[in-house]
DNA sequence: AGCAAAATTTGAATCGATCCAACAAAGATG
DNA sequence: CATCTTTGTTGGATCGATTCAAATTTTGCT
């Protein structure tokens, strides 16, 4: 059931074979990284002697060091690890990022902790070139810690109003109009909006005077192109609830709570995520709305999931795999230049999203 | 749009700093890696030099080498990087490598390649302090390499005949036992069996032969499994179609129409993994059969997506995360044991098995 | 003040490779 | 035969930190 391997003798390095090969360890080291340049009796003793002496090639660890690339690429997140692996979101973010990795070989590592201050330490220690930040929740947090790294790193999603980070993501503004616009379209007029965190730490409903001094960008972004696409259609905007979520199944069903709790309830639901939107649709159904009969919903994001649920979910979609792809190629090729770019989106019409119900 | 970051002046280093402050490098790495042991006056003034000359703190790169510890665990395939996020399996078992990496702080870095000769170099240069192995298809080839490498390293999922490798997967024979009795028991008598490879670049219809010299370990004992419980219910196994795809959604699909092509149709689907079980409820669905009332399906691996699908699909359930975390805890604690671990699995009813067709 | 014990600081050694200028040997050329 | 190439090899310097035994300074106590 159990034997050991190995005795714990110390490993042989590059240098031990060289004098067993009666070479140098210049000419050792050539043998294994440009054998080319090497004569071929010499190339065969010295493999010869490191296969004698289980060399198991030149360590990592050292080329390192000497070289200073490591060749990977950290990700980073204040979520925890498995952030990475369930998020829809940044599942489909992960996709794009590990095709422009595998694309030029590149490694990478998931960077992420528990609590802040491990999180520091990891960020201190990752071995890597460089890092794509999610900002999700504390954004500033995360590129305040990174920037001490002093190495090139671009904040992702929401993006960061910091003019001196390189960042990539979509344009909120112009998609929330176009959610917007597409209910107001429809016929609809009573609305409420599930959004995304203004700010750390706080959830629940929001007053007007809290949207205008929204500390995460991108949360606001949205909700101002919400807003200026219903005035348009007059629309009382400072009538429309809008309640705040952590974008997770509690704080969201907490919140539809609260909107149907009032007497005049909306007819269509601008969820700021695919993953509230599909949460608000479940819900609805359970509680004998349909979709879009009763209640039209419409999401952000545009994750893989959206076309399959039930109904499939009318969105705004992001090319969040050609973010990630880009993400990475900033780090990959990185040159110094602050890097900002702003994606386009697309309104995506499925089948969460109908006309508002006669009686209303 | 774009501004130039910093000039490209040589990045200071601990001796700078040491050299500024006018301390030893002793000293001034004291200040960092174990700051209580410096006395006040000199810890200030050393953290001020480093403040005044823009220093990033201790490069990792330089730890390594002399720690030789990367706190990091690298996890390989022979897929492609996104196989990590897109798979539910591997997604599950992520999750689970995720929460022991998180726990003690450790890093995680994903290994692979698109082609072999990539890969052999991504495994001999990544920076981890050991492996983890997704053995799906050519596990040996994975294995073989990584061994090379010198370093603690553990074989996942279909496990590995060979005794000399650690690895951590469950008991094959007796939940595929388990699946098979359960249909069996409900009554069914006509079986098709939708496998895993046998073998690398292989995929079609088995015959009873073939599947003597399976070359997977893992595909094979769930089919011996299968043929135990069946034969105690006096089915002929020999007469049960085999149909090997690669767990994808295209060879799935081909597999059910070679099985549905036959004139007497299987009552009941032995699915060697939750994915293929779930192409098949929606083919089947598609082409007008009910399940289970014209046909039972069983999975095989217990992913989260199996108890959300329409119906929701009986399988056997692995402790997919628990593996997960014993194998990044046999990592992190490697003590130079081969270590072979087989966990138990649990047969999950849901709605996808019942009773076979009357008129059947 | 005198001296031992405790607390700090020093500086050389080490981790494991790669790089490169200098050198040596063999071959080509006049 | 002397000189110039070409090809292959050498060994010191370097990457950026940590470690530890020895040296030095402080502190505590009589």
Redesign the interface.
């Known amino acids: ?6 005795g ?1 003798t110390r ?1 042989v390095r590059l240098a031990d074979i060289a004098k067993a090969a009666g070479v140098s360890h210049g000419t050792a080291s050539n043998v294994f990284s440009r054998p080319e340049i090497v004569r071929e009796e010499v190339r065969e003793r010295v493999k010869a002697a490191a296969e004698a002496m ?1 060399y ?2 030149p360590d ?6 000497r070289a ?1 690339k ?3 690429i950290g990700v980073a997140t204040t979520e ?3 952030y ?3 998020d829809p979101f940044a ?2 973010m ?2 794009g990022i ?2 422009a ?3 030029t ?1 590149a ?8 609590n802040q201050e ?1 999180l520091a ?2 960020i ?4 890597v070139d460089g890092f794509i930040l999610f900002c999700i929740e504390g954004g500033s947090r995360l590129v305040e810690l990174t920037r ?3 190495l090139p790193f671009v904040a992702l999603e929401l993006g960061f109003d910091d003019d ?1 980070v390189s960042a990539i993501g979509v344009d909120n503004v112009a998609g929330a109009r176009l959610a917007a616009h597409h209910l107001a379209e429809l016929g609809h007029r009573r609305f409420a909006v599930l959004s995304l965190p203004f700010a750390d730490d706080r959830t629940g409903p929001v007053s007007p005077e809290q949207v205008r001094t929204a500390v995460y960008p991108g949360t606001r972004d949205r909700l101002v192109g919400y807003f200026e696409a219903l005035s348009r259609f007059g629309v009382d905007t400072a009538g429309i609830p809008v309640y705040e979520t952590e974008n997770d199944e509690a704080s969201t069903r907490a919140g539809l709570e609260a909107i149907f709790a009032g007497g005049e309830p909306p007819t269509a639901i601008l969820a700021m995520s695919d993953r509230m939107a599909m949460i608000a649709i479940e819900w609805l159904t359970a509680r004998g709305l349909a979709v879009p009969g009763d209640v039209s919903v419409i999401g952000f994001d545009g994750v893989p999931e959206a076309a399959l649920c039930d109904p499939p979910l009318t969105t705004i979609a992001q090319p969040i795999a050609e973010i990630g792809r880009r993400a990475a190629r900033t780090i990959l090729d990185f040159d ?5 770019e702003r994606l386009g989106v697309e309104l995506v019409v499925r089948a969460s999203s109908g006309p508002p119900p006669k009686t209303a």
């Open positions: 059931m159990a034997s050991s391997t190995e714990n490993p289980g198991a090639g990592p660890k050292g080329r390192l060091l200073g490591v060749n990977a925890p690890l498995s990475f692996f369930e599942r489909a992960m996709a590990s095709e990795c595998d694309a070989g490694g990478i590592a998931l960077v992420s902790a528990g491990k330490w990891n201190q220690s990752a071995l001490e790294r002093k001196t110094g230049m602050v890097r900002r």
